[in-house]
Antibody
């Protein structure tokens, strides 16, 4: 069973870059079995899909964030990461890493616990 | 982007009640519709995938139906642990999008 754990700073200053890592256990980021994704949720609001990366290097970003987002994989550490540049208060959210093993049916059956990132000076 | 609209946005019900939540897509998404339950401070939990398939370990009191643009999540007999927020999600095309959520509260 795959387990996911987010880590990273809980406070980021406006205009800086948000960086988060998701550590994977029970599965391999270099396996073709999963699409590794990031999803966020502003406090008290709904869920927003950020994007995914596949082991082959295939990446898909939400167009609303595409100019500021980078998702990458570190196979040596069995981790995948999120970078979001030029953040504003609107980027304050709980950030989840999650995975689906079929991008067409696209259901997220494994989630991290989430990490709150606050953008504030 | 495909817009997902849930109704109602909030709902009050009692233990034992039968409850139905609706999700409508702005265009046809075939059966690529998933449902999640989220409790405060927790990650969403998958309930139903591909419109009507029950995720392993989820009580059979939960069921899903629909195709095309209109979908429903039904809880046949509410239990105390079912009071939560429910989200639908389409995976037909990227960007993947979620409904705004339905908050299910105790009456």
């Amino acid at each position: 069973q795959v387990q996911l754990q987010e880590s990273g700073p809980g406070l980021v200053k406006p205009s800086e870059t948000l960086s988060l890592t998701c550590t994977v256990s029970g599965g391999s980021v270099s396996s073709g079995n999963y699409y590794w994704s990031w999803i966020r949720q502003p406090p008290g609001k709904g869920l927003e899909w950020i994007g995914y990366i596949y082991y082959s290097g295939s990446i898909n970003y939400n167009p609303s964030l595409k100019s500021r987002v980078t998702i990458s994989v570190d196979t040596s550490k069995n981790q995948f990461s999120l970078k979001l540049s030029s953040v504003t208060a609107a980027d304050t959210a709980v950030y989840y890493c999650a995975t689906t093993h079929d991008i067409l049916t696209g259901y997220y059956d494994y989630w991290g616990q989430g990490t709150l990132v606050t953008v504030s000076s | 982007d495909i817009q997902m609209t849930q109704s109602p946005s909030s709902l009050s019900a009692s233990v034992g009640d039968r409850v139905t939540i609706t999700c409508r897509a702005s265009q046809s998404i075939s059966s690529y519709l998933n449902w999640y339950q989220q409790k405060p401070g927790k990650a969403p939990k998958l309930l139903i995938y591909v419109a009507s398939s029950l995720q392993s370990g989820v009580p059979s009191s939960f069921s899903g139906s629909g195709s095309g643009t209109d979908f429903t999540l039904t809880i046949s007999s509410l239990q105390p642990e079912d009071f939560a927020t429910y989200y639908c999600q389409q995976s037909y095309s990227t960007p993947i999008t979620f409904g705004q959520g339905t908050r299910l509260e105790i009456k």
